[in-house]
């Protein structure tokens, strides 16, 4: 396999004509050298990237970029390889994290695993990501095209039917599952979700994510009558409970 520093002016040009959106010249590059669709950037800190890795990379929407995924297939480039470095991200995890759409269904088109592992922090399918950083439109694209759910990612979409269906499985979830998922509803300002979940045993005031508790997370959503129901019940934020 041809591995390619990211300083070498090989993999500039071919990144440049990626980002750019310039499918004349990335054929051109391709045609020249048919293992470059193949191939790997690695960068400086020893990290393994594919081109489709770079066609999805943040903040993703470049110029033609279903375009030069579809081109790149064409080529030879694995719409499922795995990022080799810190995680196991695969360029489907990426056009998740940007919330392109576009890109995300080149990918499917063009055979990625919709339930690949991989994603940061959790190990997860390309799902995690795209509820984890809030991109909301890569979730439901991905819920459209027929990705699974955990428990806290059916509640941060408000996939009530989804959350129950857990809630009854064999074991149970935990108290601690119940939780996370209660902060991911009230993250996705799924009020409906947050009320069962709720009342199931989740921490009102679980300090979460980046110190965050739940109310903390539906501040962030703006959303006016789940902020006012959390409070009313007695949600507080993390310097409250201090």
Request: charged share 20%.
């Amino acid at each position: 396999m041809l591995k390619i520093s990211a300083d070498d002016s090989q993999a500039v040009a071919v990144v440049s004509a990626i980002r750019s959106g310039d499918l004349a010249g990335l054929k051109r590059q391709l045609d020249e050298n048919p293992e470059l669709a193949k191939a790997r950037i690695v960068d400086d800190r020893g990290a393994e990237r594919t081109l489709l890795h770079v066609a999805a990379d943040w903040p993703g929407h470049f110029p033609n970029g279903p375009e030069t995924v579809a081109l790149l297939i064409a080529a030879g480039a694995d719409p499922s390889a795995p990022l080799i470095g810190p995680h196991s991200e695969t360029p489907l995890h990426w056009a998740a994290s940007s919330d392109d759409v576009a890109v995300l269904d080149a990918l499917l088109d063009g055979g990625a695993d919709i339930e690949a592992p991989g994603a940061i922090f959790t190990d997860g399918t390309p799902m995690s990501d795209a509820v984890i950083f809030a991109q909301w439109r890569a979730a439901r694209r991905l819920l459209e095209r027929g990705a699974r759910t955990t428990i806290w990612q059916a509640a941060a979409l408000g996939l009530l039917d989804r959350v129950k269906e857990h809630c009854v499985n064999q074991p149970p979830p935990s108290l601690d599952q119940v939780t996370n998922a209660f902060w991911a509803a009230c993250r996705g300002a799924q009020r409906q979700t947050a009320e069962y979940l709720l009342e199931r045993g989740a921490d009102l005031n679980w300090v979460g994510y980046d110190r965050h508790t739940p109310l903390q997370a539906a501040l962030e959503t703006g959303d006016a009558d789940l902020i006012t129901w959390l409070r009313n019940r007695g949600a507080v934020s993390a310097a409250e409970l201090a």
